[in-house]
């Protein structure tokens, strides 16, 4: 069972660069999140999207991109990235209310922007 | 907007020692309440959740958590801790409406 399915796991790329996270989920839920992970900040949404075609901003959402043509993918992009976009991604789903009473992560994708 | 403070950024115990880790919150009305667990190198992942009813709610692995509304605090406790519960702890909470909004979360470390 594979669940959610974060790509690429670890990536390193430079300022200014356009980055794609991936994010794909087996269970057909509904709602899937973008989660930012940094130290003394906790996690912070960045994303979320209630289905196909339907997405908003959460907390945190400058400087990111999100599109969800499918209800399986949910890939983010960083247009243009900056150092302080360095940090741990976390994608979620979620198969009750948009509020996300219950997530279902993935594994992460650690970025690092040099 | 509501917030969610985690006391405790780490947390050092030996094995067998008792735990409780610090969670409140800001926001007056209905909430529901999470912790979530990140165990070293893998995703987060439910640890239990308070929605309604008795405010003592048991979870996995032994875990169990007190929500009490006047005080706006659900903390986290474990009688008795184990090696393998060294991970990274989360509280969350939503109300209607509203995200998920989690705390900085607590690194607990337990030495054996």
């Known amino acids: 069972d594979a669940g959610i399915t974060q790509s690429p796991r670890y990536k390193i790329t430079e300022t200014g660069r356009q980055v794609t996270l991936m994010c794909h989920q087996t269970?057909?839920?509904?709602?899937m999140f973008w989660y930012r992970q940094d130290l003394g900040h906790g996690l912070r949404l960045i994303y979320y999207s209630a289905a196909a075609d339907i997405t908003d901003k959460g907390e945190v959402p400058d400087g990111y991109v999100v599109s969800r043509s499918k209800t399986e993918n949910f890939p983010l992009t960083l247009e243009s990235a900056t150092r302080s976009q360095t940090s741990v991604y976390f994608c979620?789903?979620?198969?009750?209310?948009?509020?996300?009473?219950?997530?279902?992560f993935g594994s992460g994708t650690q970025l690092s922007v040099l | 907007a509501q917030s969610v403070s985690q006391h405790n950024h780490h947390v050092i115990l030996s094995e067998a020692a008792s735990l409780e880790l610090g969670c409140n919150y800001s926001?007056?009305?209905?909430?529901?309440l999470f912790w979530y667990v990140q165990y070293p190198g893998q995703h987060l992942q439910l640890l239990l959740k308070?929605?309604?009813?008795?405010?003592l709610v048991k979870g996995i692995k032994g875990f169990e958590a007190e929500f009490i509304k006047s005080k706006f605090s659900f903390n986290l406790r474990k009688p008795s801790v184990q090696w393998s519960d060294t991970a990274e702890y989360f509280c969350a909470v939503n109300n209607a409406g509203n995200m998920l909004t989690f705390g900085g979360g607590t690194r607990l470390m337990v030495k054996p």
């Open positions: 979620a789903s979620s198969e009750g209310s948009i509020t996300g009473e219950k997530l279902f």
């Open positions: 926001y007056g009305g209905t909430v529901n």
């Open positions: 269970w057909s839920h509904s709602y």
């Open positions: 308070y929605f309604s009813g008795d405010p």
